[in-house]
């Protein structure tokens, strides 16, 4: 059977293929404990084809290292963060479908994905939640610092511009994931990442006509 993704864009090839063909990357955006991560463990598991689920907290995860000051500690986050979209770039660019979880906090985080990645070949999902239920997730889990999804609330989203958006307050993981699944088979054109770029305006214009992919 033909999975949605294969159905949409035609971009999927079989595990056979010695020719890597484009790739697909699901960037799931939202502050920490919007429930990314448990959408995406969704996501994977329902796509019906191969797939990558790249979570930076694995990437942060996999660092080692001494304690440092924390001008130092600036610099190699920052670093890790870079190497994580170089790391996603790269398997999309061999023709994965790669699912990420993503904390859009800094703007240059936007600016560094948007250079690296085929505006094309991204599906951009907002991930909100009320910031009660953001707290309240926060204290009962235990491993985040007091207030970090109250100082991302405003700066996550501030772009502004998704292909699709969930709301983790009213649904659950496995509603999200099967809109966003859904979403997969009707894909339009200009992507949020096309909007976002450079020449966002002018694509915009020229697209507003084109119909949606063949689902």
Aim: hydrophobic share 40%; with cysteine.
């Amino acid at each position: 059977m033909t999975s949605p993704i294969s159905e949409a864009d035609g971009r999927a090839g079989s595990p056979d293929s010695e020719q890597a063909t484009g790739g697909l990357i699901i960037f799931l955006n939202g502050t920490s404990s919007s429930g990314k991560s448990s959408i995406a463990r969704e996501l994977v598991r329902i796509l019906g084809e191969p797939c990558f689920h790249m979570p930076v907290d694995a990437f942060h995860a996999m660092r080692s290292g001494p304690e440092m000051a924390p001008d130092q500690l600036s610099v190699v986050l920052k670093r890790t963060w870079m190497g994580f979209h170089r790391a996603v770039a790269g398997m999309a660019a061999a023709g994965n479908i790669v699912v990420v979880d993503h904390v859009l906090s800094e703007p240059w985080r936007l600016h560094d994905c948007l250079a690296l990645f085929p505006p094309q070949d991204v599906v951009l999902v907002g991930v909100r939640c009320p910031l009660p239920e953001l707290e309240r997730r926060e204290q009962a889990r235990g491993d985040r610092p007091a207030g970090l999804a109250a100082r991302q609330f405003d700066r996550v989203h501030a772009h502004g511009i998704y292909d699709i958006e969930c709301d983790t307050g009213s649904s659950s993981p496995t509603e999200c994931a099967q809109k966003i699944k859904a979403f997969l088979r009707r894909r339009t054109t200009p992507t949020a990442f096309e909007r976002l770029g450079p020449g966002s305006l002018a694509r915009t214009v020229v697209g507003r006509d084109r119909t949606p992919l063949p689902s």
